[in-house]
């Protein structure tokens, strides 16, 4: 049986009087981190330079670190209440300060997007990585330290401990150790929020050398809260549903256009012929490749479990049955209400969600005949950065070397796709993205970064449509993106293929794809978004009332910003027409209910007209 401690500083020091002074030691992806116990072990290396410790690990999370008065006081409460509880990892305040000490390294294969540009010592430490290649660069290293956040229960007086939300790469270098080819010391720490889920990550006691088990170091959650989902998302997670086909198979990546997806396919499941309508004026002309309600359901098999799925499940979507199971997943990571759904859901229906090893979901080695039979049809979305009009995919970083995330599974999936008979892999990006007050598109001639390959190129879509481009030559290809490329760039990216000699000189984009620009998406998604079929939290928030009617009007005086010409028009607009009793709510929640300073008399007068011209809404 395991040892039991209460206090974090003693677990630290049993694993050292076991372990020794050179301390490597596995950090699950995301969500499992155990975080008190790492923080003691990085504060015994920081006082003895003696011990070396080494941390391996991906997704640190980390609490938003507001900047501008207006996300100060917006993101600040909710800061509090979301994350109030949480205990920040002591090694990542120190990577970000510089003062990491000398004997402890930290190497991370993901990270959390965009949150270690320009921080040397951890973009130098960045192993790019499959995600399914990640346990075998751990156990070379000479793991020997596991440590892992569980959730606890007893039945029949024995303790039963389970992985829950991080069984990916744990339950594969487990698997190593029972097989002899890896030696460490397994220690868990209780979280009582955390799910019990049941399958391959209940685990016995007796795996675990020690556990952490105190009310004292029970912590919340990390529960980032849902994002809204933009027109443009929309827009892309709509020709997304588009190509899924019932009785097939599903796999999410991480973002927004798995919430837009989602709703997409519950929209074309329950209310088929507003689906049809709502893809008719997003894509005038075309009929979508699969466009039907879900009468036999879909499997799904996906590294990272989102709140999306549990809709599909709602839905009567998400129904397809492998071995018991509708859904096979490897981590979670989601806001507050999608831990306690887990948790609250019936046994029953919580044994048809089954957390695997990543090697299970993200790859056909081991036991791959019946997978080939279980991912029927299967669609793998993921997103991307930028594409190139050849058809390579930039998905994790820049070309200067800077990572942005990592590679994840997005490879993994990409070339699954190309193993399963009638499988297809998905890539998403929104055409164009905001460089200060420039815009620039995210259709690229070349880049100086690849994720996915050309020669892997498969489908695309922006928010303008679809590119299929399997197995296409090079000048089909380059056309078909073009056609899904925002319309103030298409002539220019036309002209630099056409002078590469790589599309023909007498090449013209079809009228039907002269129209790609903002407005025209905004105008076909407007019915949809007015009857409430596209909502802006299509799964529930932890925002209150107020914080979402404020939030449409934050982006839209974001976006004014960009354009300073337009801001004087919202001063004026917002100083001589006076609020109303819902919008005098939001500009109290801001603190701009009796603005005292010129800046907050500024700010209060921009948000107000910012919350008339979105309808607060």
């Not at 399997?470 to 925002?486: N, P, V």
């Not at 928030?541 to 976006?559: G, H, K, N, T």
Request: with cysteine; glycine share 8%.
């Amino acid at each position: 049986m395991p040892k039991l401690f209460s206090d974090p500083e003693a677990i630290a020091e049993d694993i050292i009087r076991d372990v020794g002074t050179n301390l490597v030691v596995g950090l699950p992806l995301g969500l499992g981190k155990a975080n008190h116990v790492v923080n003691a072990l990085y504060a015994r290396a920081a006082a003895e330079p003696s011990i070396k410790l080494t941390l391996f690990s991906a997704l640190t999370l980390e609490k938003p670190r507001p900047s501008s008065l207006l996300e100060r006081r917006f993101i600040g409460p909710v800061i509090d209440r979301l994350f109030g509880g949480y205990p920040d990892l002591a090694y990542a305040g120190a990577l970000h300060a510089g003062k990491l000490p000398p004997n402890v390294e930290v190497i991370e294969f993901f990270f959390l997007a965009g949150k270690w540009l320009r921080v040397p010592p951890a973009q130098q430490h960045y192993i790019s990585a499959n995600y399914t290649h990640a346990s075998a660069y751990l156990l070379s290293r000479g793991l020997n330290v596991v440590t892992q956040l569980v959730a606890k229960r007893v039945v029949d007086g024995e303790t039963r401990y389970s992985l829950s939300c991080n069984t990916d790469t744990s339950l594969d270098i487990l698997r190593a150790r029972r097989e002899g080819r890896a030696s460490f010391r397994l220690i868990g720490q209780v979280n009582s929020e955390l799910p019990f889920m049941p399958g391959a990550g209940d685990l016995p006691a007796d795996e675990f050398s020690a556990v952490l088990d105190s009310p004292a170091t029970d912590f919340p959650l990390f529960a980032p809260p849902a994002e809204p989902v933009s027109d443009t998302k929309y827009a892309i997670g709509l020709h997304a549903a588009s190509l899924v086909p019932d009785g097939g198979t599903l796999q999410i990546g991480i973002g927004q256009v798995g919430d837009a997806l989602a709703q997409g396919l519950i929209v074309r499941h329950r209310d088929n012929a507003q689906f049809h309508a709502i893809m008719k004026r997003l894509a005038p002309g075309t009929e979508p490749a699969e466009g039907g309600p879900f009468s036999k359901g879909l499997y799904g098999v996906s590294e990272m479990l989102i709140e999306a799925f549990l809709g599909l499940i709602d839905a009567g979507i998400l129904k397809r049955e492998v071995d018991g199971a509708t859904l096979h997943g490897a981590f979670f990571l989601g806001p507050k209400s999608f831990y306690r759904a887990l948790r609250e859901m019936p046994a029953e229906q919580l044994a048809r969600i089954q957390m695997m090893p990543v090697s299970f979901t993200n790859q056909l080695y081991g036991d791959e005949h019946a997978k080939r039979h279980a991912r029927l049809d299967a669609r793998f979305v993921n997103t991307a950065m930028m594409a190139t009009l050849m058809g390579a995919a930039v998905s994790d970083g820049l070309e200067d070397g800077q990572v942005i995330s990592g590679v994840g599974g997005q490879y993994n999936f990409v070339a699954q796709a190309f193993e399963l008979e009638g499988a297809r892999s998905i890539l998403a990006l929104e055409s164009t993205r905001q460089a200060g007050r420039k815009t620039l598109s995210n259709m690229r001639w070349n880049y100086g970064h690849q994720t996915i390959p050309r020669h892997l190129r498969d489908a695309f879509i922006t928010e303008y449509g679809v590119a299929d481009v399997r197995g296409k030559s090079d000048a089909e290809t380059i056309a078909a993106m073009l056609a899904i490329t925002d319309s103030r760039f298409q002539d220019e990216l036309a002209k630099v293929a056409k002078d590469a000699g790589k599309l023909p000189k007498g090449f013209d984009i079809p009228r039907s794809h002269r129209e790609n620009y903002p407005e025209r998406i905004a105008m076909a998604l407007k019915p949809a978004r007015e009857a409430g079929l596209l909502p802006i939290f299509p799964f529930g928030s932890d925002f209150d009332a107020v914080e979402q009617r404020l939030i449409p009007a934050l982006q839209l005086l974001r976006e004014a910003q960009r354009t300073p010409l337009n801001l004087p028009g919202l001063l004026w607009q917002g100083m001589t027409q006076p609020p109303d009793g819902a919008n005098l709510e939001c500009l109290a929640r801001l603190g701009l209910d009796t603005p005292t300073t010129f800046a907050e008399r500024a700010y209060r007068a921009l948000v107000n007209a910012a919350l008339a011209r979105s309808g607060g809404k």
